[in-house]
């Protein structure tokens, strides 16, 4: 069929052209739908596709894991975060690169936004960097890599995202974020000390803290650590579901954030106002990209696709030709959003 490279040619056009990303998908999906089935069965589906999904109770869990995070963000558990990871590693070169890396990955885990954790870490570790003669190039990058940890680490607004669309069970994909986002977090201090060892970049170096003073600097971690076992733990322990977690870990960051002392009335609304846009933005997304593969399916799109790649016989070459047709549409896509 022709339909689908115009669709994605399309597609891709509207996004260069500064559309909206859900605008966008939404409106591909139902003008190439209704070429396929006609106008009315079209805006049935759409119809349902929005009002079913709006409705789902498992979409509940994105207000309420977004609701956490800008509770945490409130609460100063970033700045405790990067205290702790400084007192730690001050006396290595590059130390204060390597806490922000440890940082973003120990926010990232109460989080579950690279967006918010890039932000927060942004106004925190960047102009400490700054003032200690670290170069731009190597401060915006630390913060940069380790802000992509938080759609990681669990639990991750895009994890949630993913297992809706997928239809995967979003308690198994948090815990499968885990060990990635550990691994994550150690092979961006590999990089820093590369980039510090082999760059020669002079860098100062802090005097050591003694073992007790280090000690003592954890307990600015124990806010995050308890609210990530008590989310997390109560999966694994089948004690919460996922969405049930959600709203308890909301709970629980809203008790730490008027527990610190940060939290007025006034930044309640603005909290609450925040949530609700994040939420409205994302639903609109994947409420979008449900349509979209509506009419992908429809179009016949992977069908056309596989019989391509049928040429090249079923061995791992086809896997690795499709593999880089996927990634060419997905580079033109991001190049879009970008």
């Known amino acids: 069929m022709i339909e689908w490279p115009i669709g994605i040619a399309v597609l891709i056009l509207l996004l260069l052209v500064g559309m909206p990303i859900a605008f966008s998908l939404t409106l591909i999906g139902v003008v190439g739908t209704a070429s396929i089935i006609g106008l009315k069965p079209s805006f049935a589906l759409l119809g349902s596709t929005f009002f079913d999904n709006g409705r789902s109770y498992t979409l509940t869990v994105m207000p309420l894991f977004l609701l956490m995070g800008n509770f945490v963000v409130q609460s100063g558990i970033a700045r405790e975060l990067y205290d702790s990871a400084h007192a730690w590693l001050r006396h290595r070169k590059g130390g204060l690169a390597l806490a922000t890396i440890t940082a973003c990955g120990g926010f990232s885990s109460v989080c579950g936004s690279s967006l918010a954790t890039a932000a927060t870490m942004s106004k925190i570790a960047l102009p400490s960097m700054r003032r200690f003669g670290y170069p731009d190039s190597l401060a915006t990058a630390s913060i940069a890599a380790g802000g992509t940890l938080g759609i990681l680490i669990p639990p991750s607004v ?65 806010g995050a650590l308890l609210l990530f076992i008590f989310v997390m733990g109560g999966i694994y322990l089948g004690i919460f579901t996922p969405t049930e977690s959600a709203g308890m870990g909301a709970f629980g960051a809203f008790v730490l954030a008027v527990a610190s002392g940060r939290l007025k009335l006034s930044d309640l609304g603005d909290i609450l106002y925040s949530t609700a846009k994040t939420t409205a933005m994302m639903f609109f997304i994947l409420f979008g990209a449900l349509t979209f593969t509506n009419y992908v399916n429809l179009s016949g799109m992977t069908t056309d696709i596989q019989s391509a790649l049928s040429m090249f016989g079923d061995g791992p070459y086809a896997t690795i030709i499709a593999i880089l047709i996927i990634y060419l549409l997905l580079g033109c896509v991001l190049e879009g959003f970008r």
Do not use: C, H, W
């Not at 060990?179 to 590999?190: E, F, H, S, T």
């Not at 100062?204 to 124990?222: D, F, H, I, Y």
């Open 158 to 222: 895009i994890l949630v995202f993913y297992g809706i669309m997928t239809q995967q069970n979003i308690g198994k994909l948090f815990m499968a974020g885990i060990v990635p986002g550990l691994l994550g977090i150690l092979g961006y201090a590999i990089a820093v000390k590369i980039s510090v060892r082999f760059l020669k970049q002079d860098l100062p170096v802090e005097p050591k803290l003694s073992l007790k003073q280090r000690l003592l600097a954890l307990k600015g971690t124990a």
